[in-house]
């Protein structure tokens, strides 16, 4: 296998125009290979969010002359898988899932990194690429040497600095780095810092990993509460907007999750701390964003439906999972229709006219001075958000009415976009910490509100499937089976309830969030 | 990681050849290949131009002072690397009569290569011994290459008695007919006829010819130098009933539509 030892970019003047001029910088090696240079037009994938590149691997899929190959590297350049992308005229079409890419081990690879998320290209260019070999006296190679003169088509175009790279075969790593020696003493040599596709980007004006659907504002303590509270809703803002292509292409279901929990906090951010922005701004906005949040639930649901459902079916004891295909085609088809109106609704007029007038109520706000200070804001609000939910926390018993629990989540849910929108002001462990906490309880609450909101539907959608006649006897036992097992876990994660929300509350944890909101006024 | 060896007691029956070829093939389908030449004749090491040679030797590898992964070579292809035969390989069987529990010497000796790779193929000398018996028990398949004569048949079937007395996990068995004469009636009686009676014998027959011979003048797999060859397309479709056999997902170049 291959390794890339070391890569060079080639400055203007020492350019070797032929296969002599670069025999030329190692006149005493063995070199074999050359002729014509090779066209080969590259595309480099990823998830939007940049799995792919945080997990430390680049995936390039290059198209030669009657080729494609995918192949996978790690940060130093080696390749971790690689593979053909298929016949022509079978190849995906990006974007496209994981399941369109060939079966084989490079698959495999990237499925637990990239989940439900589907590649698409993040650059495009065209290079010609000439590569020599480096033999020993056996007329093995011991390492490969290409020159890649780019030309980055996408997403900006620029012609980018010619790259020379050496490769090493295992085992021969010190001919390897013989060659790279005597290439770096060359003139015009110099040793490259970035990746092609690092290198492509940044002609392009962009850099990998420029999108998190996090919140990843920096705010200063003294600044003005109504400035900061105003600049994370900016954010905020950007991260909608950028998932609105997705949503209306139905490239992946993160895109509408991103741009849901952007609605979200940004609705919590204008319920629990808009009395800091001018006057009547979030009392103007507030029912706005519960438009646009209402407008995004059905699909969300359908798509949590359709995502669990392989695991549902796999938990099947009595019926069968193929018993299941009617439903599947029926949510199917219920989502197609709901997708519909949501793209219509993120296309409308009231959507565009809400993210301009929203953008310019915000400029304004960004800019304003006055007190409190965000530490003392965010320290007083999340307070005030964590005694209530230790109060409705404590107030739940074993005989309390799900809608108490449903009460409960929505004031986990208020204090965690609290800790999240005015996280940066707080130390990263303990932010953390207090966040890990109260996850844990979320993640218990929202097990107990999914199952009973996916028991109730999945009677709705029984009644519905029977009147539209779509419902073989067989599919509807299998259903009923399936309401059962969202019973059961429902029922688990009611006896989870106190424990989670005894560790939640426990002195430990109430004196840490205590200790990191010192900032808040007596 | 699926471990596939080529053995056969007898030699000169298309071991290495099969090893070479079945690796060049799997490593194209974009499968991470490693060959393992525990000959110490080399003639796979030969083949990809590597010199037969393992710091330490065998000794070294089996007691353990050098990682195999230390010692493993990159062929020219991309994919496939070589683990290289050492003449000191004859001495094996002393090396892991003095090891513990010699028959799972060569399972240990793989497993931390197990994430590095999804296919190694062990290409063995030919020979009953302790080494046969250690890549018996390491094998997830045999490959067993069989001139087609009555004589092979029975050495198939002492085989698969022997692994049929193993304890707990057995290797499966493929056999297949490797340098068949097509003027050899004989030949060519066996070849279509034994695998219609035994499921242990694969459908593919690999026939006698010159450009497999060739491979030891070019130095390379028959199926990287002459591709579109008789030779390379007999070894296309060993591969494809191995692939399907030992339960290797299919691999791309052949995928007619989208996953």
Same mark, same amino acid.
């Given at each position: 296998?291959?390794?890339?030892?070391?890569e060079f970019?080639?400055?203007?003047?020492?350019?070797p125009?032929?296969?002599a001029d670069?025999?030329a910088?190692?006149p005493?090696?063995?070199?074999?290979g050359g002729?014509?240079?090779?066209?080969?037009?590259?595309t480099?994938?990823?998830?939007?969010d940049w799995r792919?590149?945080?997990a430390?691997?680049?995936?390039e899929?290059?198209t030669?002359r009657?080729t494609?190959?995918l192949?996978?590297?790690?940060?130093d350049?080696?390749v971790?898988?690689?593979?053909?992308?298929g016949p022509a005229?079978?190849r995906?079409r990006w974007?496209?899932a994981l399941?369109?890419l060939p079966?084989?081990?490079?698959?495999?690879?990237l499925r637990p990194v990239?989940?439900?998320?589907?590649?698409? =290209?993040v650059?495009?260019?065209a290079?010609?690429?000439?590569?020599?070999r480096v033999?020993?006296?056996?007329?093995k190679?011991?390492?490969?040497v290409t020159v890649?003169r780019m030309?980055v088509?996408y997403p900006?175009?620029?012609?980018?600095?010619p790259? $020379?790279?050496v490769?090493?075969l295992?085992g021969?790593q010190?001919?390897?780095?013989?060659?790279?020696?005597?290439?770096?003493?060359?003139?015009?040599?110099s040793?490259?810092?970035t990746?092609?596709?690092?290198a492509?980007?940044?002609a392009?004006?962009?850099?990998p990993g420029d999108y998190?659907?996090?919140?990843?504002?920096w705010l200063? =303590?003294?600044?003005?509460?109504?400035?900061?509270?105003?600049?994370?809703?900016q954010?905020l803002l950007?991260?909608?907007?950028?998932?609105?292509?997705?949503?209306v292409?139905?490239?992946?279901?993160?895109?509408?999750h991103?741009?849901?929990?952007a609605?979200?906090?940004?609705?919590?951010?204008l319920?629990?701390?808009?009395d800091v922005l001018p006057?009547?701004?979030a009392?103007?906005?507030?029912?706005e964003?519960?438009?646009?949040g209402?407008?995004t639930?059905?699909t969300?649901d359908?798509?949590v439906?359709?995502?669990g459902?392989?695991?549902?079916a796999?938990g099947?004891?009595?019926?069968s =999972?193929?018993e $299941?295909q009617p439903f599947r085609?029926?949510?199917?088809?219920r989502?197609?229709?709901e997708r519909?109106?949501?793209a219509?609704?993120l296309r409308?007029?009231?959507?565009?006219?809400l993210t301009?007038?929203?953008r310019?109520a915000?400029?304004?706000a960004?800019?304003r001075?006055?007190r409190p200070?965000a530490d003392?804001?965010?320290a007083r609000?999340i307070?005030?958000?964590?005694?209530r939910? $230790?109060a409705?926390g404590?107030?739940?018993?074993?005989?309390?009415?799900?809608e108490?629990m449903?009460e409960l989540?929505?004031?986990?849910?208020e204090?965690?976009?609290?800790?999240?929108?005015?996280g940066?002001l707080y130390?990263p462990? !303990?932010?953390w910490?207090?966040v890990?906490?109260?996850?844990?309880l979320?993640d218990c609450?929202? !097990?107990f509100?999914d199952?009973?909101v996916?028991?109730?539907?999945i009677r709705a959608?029984?009644?519905q499937?029977?009147?539209e006649?779509t419902?073989?006897?067989?599919?509807l036992?299998?259903?009923?089976?399936?309401a059962?097992?969202?019973a059961?876990?429902q029922r688990?994660?009611?006896?989870d309830?106190?424990?989670r929300f005894r560790d939640f509350?426990?002195?430990a944890?109430?004196?840490r969030?205590r200790?990191m909101?010192e900032?808040a006024?007596? | 990681?699926?471990? $596939?060896?080529?053995?056969?007691?007898?030699?000169g029956?298309?071991?290495?050849?099969?090893?070479?070829?079945?690796?060049?093939?799997a490593?194209?389908?974009?499968y991470?290949?490693?060959?393992w030449?525990?000959?110490?004749?080399?003639?796979?090491t030969?083949?990809?131009?590597i010199?037969?040679r393992?710091k330490?030797?065998?000794?070294a590898?089996?007691?353990?002072?050098?990682?195999?992964?230390?010692?493993?070579?990159?062929t020219?292809?991309?994919?496939?690397?070589l683990?290289p035969a050492?003449?000191?390989?004859?001495?094996?069987?002393?090396?892991l009569?003095a090891?513990?529990?010699?028959?799972?010497?060569?399972?240990?000796l793989?497993?931390?290569?197990?994430?590095?790779?999804?296919?190694i193929?062990l290409?063995c000398p030919p020979s009953?011994s302790l080494?046969?018996e250690?890549?018996?028990?390491a094998?997830?398949?045999?490959?067993?290459?069989?001139?087609?004569?009555t004589?092979?048949?029975?050495?198939?079937?002492?085989?698969?008695?022997f692994?049929a007395?193993?304890?707990?996990?057995?290797p499966e068995?493929l056999?297949?007919?490797?340098?068949?004469?097509?003027?050899?009636?004989?030949?060519?009686e066996?070849?279509a006829?034994?695998?219609r009676?035994r499921?242990d014998?694969?459908?593919?027959a690999?026939?006698?010819?010159?450009?497999? !011979?060739?491979?030891?003048?070019?130095?390379?797999p028959?199926?990287?130098?002459? =591709?579109?060859?008789?030779?390379a397309?007999?070894?296309a479709?060993l591969w494809?009933e191995?692939r399907a056999?030992?339960?290797?997902r299919p691999?791309a170049?052949d995928?007619?539509g989208?996953?």
């Open positions: 296998m291959r390794t890339a030892l070391r970019v080639l400055d203007g003047g020492g350019l125009e032929s296969d670069l025999v910088l190692g005493r090696l063995r070199w074999r002729g014509r240079a090779r066209t080969i037009r590259r480099w994938l990823d998830t939007f792919l590149y945080r430390g691997l680049t995936l899929l290059a030669g009657g494609a190959g192949t996978l590297t790690g940060r350049g080696a971790v898988a690689a593979q053909p992308a005229g079978s995906p974007p496209a399941g369109a079966v084989g081990p490079l698959r495999e690879r990239v989940g439900v998320r589907s590649l698409l =290209p650059a495009r260019a290079s010609a690429v000439h590569e020599l033999l020993n006296p056996d007329d190679t011991v390492a490969r890649d030309s088509s900006a175009r620029a012609v980018l600095p790259r $020379l790279t490769t090493a295992r021969y010190p001919q390897a780095d013989k060659l790279a020696r005597i290439l770096a003493a060359a003139h015009g040599v040793g490259g810092s990746g092609a596709l690092e492509a980007l940044a392009a004006g962009r850099q998190t659907g996090k919140i990843s504002v200063s =303590p003294q600044a003005p509460a109504g400035a900061a509270v105003a600049t994370v809703l954010q950007g991260t909608l907007e950028a998932n609105v292509g997705g949503v292409r139905d490239i992946d279901p993160e895109f509408l991103d741009l849901r929990i609605v979200r906090r940004t609705r919590s951010a319920k629990l701390a808009g006057s009547g701004l009392a103007r906005f507030r029912p964003f519960k438009w646009l209402d407008l639930t059905p969300r359908l798509d439906y359709l995502m459902l392989d695991g549902m796999a099947l004891v009595a019926a =999972p193929a $299941l085609e029926y949510l199917s088809r989502r197609a229709a519909r109106q949501l219509r609704g409308s007029a009231r959507f565009s006219r301009g007038d929203w310019a915000l400029a304004g960004a800019a001075k006055g200070a003392q804001l965010a609000r307070r005030k958000a964590h005694r939910v $230790l409705d404590t107030a739940i018993t074993a005989s309390s009415a799900p108490h449903h989540r929505k004031r986990c849910k204090l965690r976009y609290l800790l999240e929108i005015f940066s130390d462990g !303990e932010h910490q207090a890990r906490e109260l996850k844990s979320q609450l929202g !097990e509100q199952t009973e996916q028991q109730q539907e959608f029984a009644a499937m029977m009147d006649r419902a073989p006897a067989a599919t036992l299998a259903m009923g089976e399936i059962a097992g969202l059961a876990r688990q994660a009611r006896s309830f106190a424990g509350a426990s002195p944890s109430q004196h969030l200790a909101t900032a006024a007596p | 990681m699926k471990i $596939l060896a080529t053995y056969n007691i007898k030699g029956v298309g071991k290495t050849a099969t090893a070479v070829n079945l690796g060049y093939l490593a194209r389908d974009g991470r290949v490693l060959l030449d525990l000959d110490p004749q080399a003639a796979a030969f083949l990809f131009r010199r037969p393992v330490g030797g065998g000794k590898l089996i007691q353990g002072t050098r990682s195999l992964d230390g010692a493993i070579k990159g020219d292809f991309d994919n496939l690397d683990l050492d003449f000191t390989y004859r001495n094996l069987d002393l090396l009569d090891a513990r529990n010699p028959a799972r010497k060569l399972s240990r793989l497993a931390p290569l197990r994430t590095a790779y999804d296919v193929f290409d009953i080494l046969s250690s890549v018996l028990h094998a997830d398949m045999l490959l067993v290459p069989l001139i087609p004569t004589l092979s048949v029975r050495t198939l079937d002492q085989l698969t008695e692994i007395g193993f304890d707990g996990r057995r068995v056999a297949f007919f490797s340098m068949v004469d097509q003027r050899k009636t004989l030949h060519k066996i070849a006829e034994l695998p009676q499921p014998v694969a459908a593919t690999i026939p006698a010819l010159s450009l497999i !011979e060739q491979m030891s003048v070019r130095r390379a028959v199926t990287a130098f002459a =591709p579109r060859s008789s030779a397309r007999s070894y479709r494809a191995t056999r030992g339960g290797l691999a170049a995928r007619p989208r996953g």
